[in-house]
């Protein structure tokens, strides 16, 4: 799960379900996506020291290269421990409080139930297939719900307010501007250099649970009820199938 909120307003930019955790290209998608949304980038980025976020920092720091004030070029983007990232941190912390701790219980559910094999490959590549969709529409949601909620004034010198006015309109609440104009020219400019694969185009399981779907007839979830019933139907028709291809291997390896 990738993540990003703005230091002044608490706004939510990005909210991202992704396959991997440590691909640099997949943070860096994310950002440039932001990057068009708003038309520019912010003066200063801060992100966690892990490899996965170099591509987005050189980005940062091109968009910012040609400034003269405190925060251009290099020092647009800096490094830090995730607990001195105390924005994301704290925003993280509160998520798992909340909707993230029901979704890691029902898998944990699912698990101990013996309806989920962690430890199975088949098994969890149809978890993502039946999964994916319904996570990041609630994801989309809880960004949503948060970046028009209302925050409450507090001892932390955070301002209180609505995320989305305070980011869109920083001069309501006594804050300044700091979103740096990019120009499009150099973010296509970025965009050939991010070659991102979705590796679900050439997964084989992916392939094959989409088979499933137009052979049986079955659409894809909509909500957790939907998938956890899509999760069992794929297990149950896969396992016959896998156990008769590996019975004609046998056969034909025998003759």
């Not at 703005?6 to 706004?11: A, F, L």
């Not at 290269?65 to 830090?80: L, M, R, T, V």
Request: hydrophobic share 35%; with cysteine; proline share 4%.
């Amino acid at each position: 799960m990738h993540g990003a909120i703005d230091g002044y307003s608490r706004k939510i930019l990005w909210l991202e379900l992704s396959r991997s955790n440590n691909k640099p290209e997949i943070p860096a998608r994310y950002y440039l996506d932001s990057v068009k949304r708003n038309t520019g980038c912010p003066i200063l980025l801060r992100t966690d020291c892990g490899t996965e976020n170099g591509v987005m920092a050189a980005m940062q720091c091109y968009f910012r290269q040609d400034e003269i004030d405190e925060f251009s070029g290099e020092k647009a983007h800096k490094y830090g421990s995730s607990p001195a990232n105390q924005r994301i941190e704290g925003w993280w912390s509160f998520f798992r409080r909340g909707r993230a701790g029901w979704w890691i219980d029902f898998f944990k559910d699912m698990a101990e139930s013996g309806v989920l094999d962690i430890g199975n490959t088949l098994h969890m590549e149809c978890l993502w297939f039946c999964f994916e969709s319904v996570l990041q529409v609630e994801l989309d949601k809880v960004k949503d719900h948060w970046n028009s909620h209302r925050i409450r004034p507090s001892r932390n010198a955070t301002v209180s307010g609505v995320p989305d006015v305070l980011y869109y309109l920083p001069q309501r609440s006594g804050g300044i501007e700091c979103l740096h104009i990019v120009q499009r020219q150099q973010v296509d400019e970025m965009e050939q250099h991010i070659q991102y694969e979705n590796s679900d185009e050439s997964n084989i399981y992916q392939e094959y649970f989409y088979y499933v779907l137009d052979t049986a007839q079955l659409v894809l979830p909509t909500n957790v009820a939907e998938a956890y019933e899509l999760f069992q139907k794929l297990i149950d028709y896969a396992i016959p199938s896998l156990i008769i291809k590996r019975e004609n291997l046998k056969l034909i390896s025998e003759y």
